[in-house]
């Protein structure tokens, strides 16, 4: 069986991302657009993630979400993770945990 690999991003403003619907700005976005994406607030910080699946060009998503937000600014947190966690980064080690 083989798992979808997702492309983690964090999304940073100095400026608020509350209260600009980011997430579900994205996702009507992706959505139009034909983008795979899942969407999630950082746990503990000012912090948006989106994933995409892995090997897509997240230039579509960064061009759009700085034309909402001119200050964001858009990193690659993390590649290759099957389903993904979004909200807590640490959850998507796997060796963290027994079954």
Same mark, same amino acid.
């Given at each position: 069986?083989? @798992?979808?690999?997702?492309? +983690? #991003?964090? +999304?940073? !403003?100095p !400026?608020s991302? *509350?209260?600009?619907? @980011?997430?579900? %700005?994205? %996702?009507?976005?992706?959505? *139009?657009?034909?983008?795979? @994406?899942? =969407?999630?607030?950082?746990?503990?910080?000012p +912090? $948006?993630?989106?994933?995409?699946?892995?090997? &897509?060009?997240?230039?579509?998503?960064? &061009?759009? /979400?700085? !034309? @909402? /937000?001119? =200050?964001?600014?858009?990193?690659?947190? %993390? *590649?290759? /993770?099957?389903?993904? $966690?979004? !909200?807590?980064? *640490?959850?998507?080690?796997?060796? %963290? #945990? &027994?079954?």
């Amino acid at each position: 069986m083989n @798992l979808l690999l997702w492309d +983690i #991003y964090d +999304i940073r !403003s100095p !400026s608020s991302l *509350q209260g600009v619907m @980011l997430r579900g %700005r994205l %996702r009507k976005f992706a959505n *139009q657009h034909g983008v795979n @994406l899942l =969407t999630e607030n950082e746990e503990n910080g000012p +912090i $948006v993630r989106f994933a995409l699946l892995a090997g &897509t060009d997240p230039a579509p998503m960064t &061009t759009f /979400i700085i !034309s @909402l /937000i001119p =200050t964001a600014t858009i990193e690659l947190a %993390r *590649q290759n /993770i099957p389903n993904p $966690v979004l !909200s807590k980064l *640490q959850v998507n080690i796997d060796e %963290r #945990y &027994t079954i």
